[in-house]
């Protein structure tokens, strides 16, 4: 495994390092751009001849002055899109959705009607309106499917909801969904490239979960079962395995346990795998035979089919050399799946406190693995105070990186 020729800090170099992913594989720094806007993601353009960068600026509190929630305070988002140097403002409080196809979907929080709109922009010639939907209360929750063919909405307001609309990118309504007739107070959504789940629980009885598989295309319903879970047990986050789910499972009781469950069609736990220590913010990647985890400062592999540990990857033993203070305090900012699937990339950085409180974070650093765990490259990337950083995955050539109001651009070649 070669090094990285010349840091990441030095803006005017290229960054080069060799990945074992193929069995050639060059990452190159193609581009830098410094940016007076929060980036939050980075697409091409359909003919793939343009990088499209998505912007998004919280310009402060505003009070509503009239309509059902006057008097409520909100903060006000400016967004829109940056195609060739051009920028494309979208309304106050429309923030960007997710592209497809030649499309740009946005919602729009109309805070004096209370309302939540969901809106299709045309992108073959600069940015045209298409077609709007107002979906529900502000409160709605939208969600979009690993295809990008499916948006499930539901009705969530103040903690409770009672049903699902499944909706396709013309916005016509495909299913509706009700999981329980005394309806729900909790929901998470997730999917492959197959398949969709709704997993709710119910408003009336205590850890008593619905799981519901739908498919992608049409979205149509194709099974779905009842869970029952221990009492304080909560569903932090799923993934979908062929058709098996995996769920992470987290006990609120007086000694904090969280675990990994795969559960089958019929809803029968297959196996369980107990997490080394309690963790806030898991992930699942998932593919073929292997599911990754995380916990902590820990990658931990597992065999899909029986649970077994596979391997373990520690970061601890990689960034004791960058942090100032205790572990306790470095994080993981963003994880992705990128180049098809192929690098996995972790992003962690340490918590920096002004007058206790979280304001962004310092010593930051990179890595990228395989999926046998061995670690392809890391970087450190900066000792500067970030408030906004992100990882974007592009196509199976090309991610970006966002790190103090700078855009750099990587290149995969073969």
């Not at 992608?216 to 099974?223: R, S």
């Not at 987290?250 to 904090?256: A, I, L, P, R």
């Amino acid at each position: 495994m070669k090094t990285i020729a010349v840091l990441l800090a030095s803006l005017s170099a290229i960054f080069v390092f060799q990945a074992q992913i193929y069995a050639q594989t060059e990452i190159l720094q193609t581009k830098i751009i410094t940016t007076t806007d929060r980036t939050i993601d980075v697409f091409k353009s359909k003919d793939s001849r343009t990088f499209i960068q998505v912007f998004e600026n919280n310009e402060g509190s505003v009070v509503i002055d009239e309509g059902p929630k006057a008097g409520l305070e909100y903060e006000k988002i400016v967004s829109g899109l940056i195609i060739d140097g051009i920028k494309y403002t979208f309304l106050p409080n429309e923030t960007y959705f997710f592209h497809k196809d030649g499309h740009v979907f946005t919602i729009y929080l109309n805070w004096k009607t209370y309302r939540k709109v969901l809106k299709k922009y045309d992108l073959s010639s600069e940015l045209q309106f298409e077609k709007e939907l107002t979906i529900g209360s502000i409160e709605s929750g939208i969600h979009l499917n690993q295809n990008k063919s499916i948006i499930v909405v539901d009705n969530l307001s103040e903690g409770y909801g009672t049903d699902f609309k499944i909706i396709n990118t013309n916005f016509e309504i495909l299913n509706e969904f009700k999981p329980f007739d005394s309806g729900f107070k909790y929901s998470d959504i997730s999917s492959d490239s197959l398949n969709f789940i709704i997993i709710t629980e119910s408003e009336n009885a205590q850890t008593i979960f619905n799981v519901a598989f739908f498919d992608n295309l049409n979205g149509l319903e194709i099974f779905n079962y009842n869970l029952s879970l221990d009492n304080e047990s909560k569903i932090i986050t799923s993934n979908i395995a062929g058709e098996n789910t995996l769920i992470v499972v987290n006990n609120s009781s007086w000694v904090k346990r969280s675990k990994l469950i795969s559960v089958n069609k019929l809803g029968n736990i297959q196996w369980e795998f107990n997490y080394p220590n309690f963790t806030y913010n898991p992930f699942i990647f998932s593919k073929n035979t292997s599911v990754i985890i995380n916990c902590i400062d820990q990658l931990i592999c597992l065999n899909l089919n029986t649970g077994n540990e596979e391997w373990k990857f520690n970061f601890e033993n990689y960034y004791q050399d960058f942090i100032s203070n205790n572990r306790m305090k470095v994080i993981t900012i963003e994880h992705k799946l990128l180049l098809n699937n192929q690098l996995i990339s972790i992003f962690f950085g340490e918590i920096n406190k002004n007058k206790g409180l979280p304001d962004g974070y310092t010593n930051q650093k990179i890595f990228f693995l395989n999926w046998n765990g061995e670690l392809v490259d890391t970087f450190f990337l900066t000792k500067d105070i970030s408030k906004d950083c992100g990882l974007f995955d592009i196509d199976q050539n090309h991610f970006a990186l966002f790190n103090n109001k700078k855009l750099y651009y990587y290149e995969e070649k073969r």
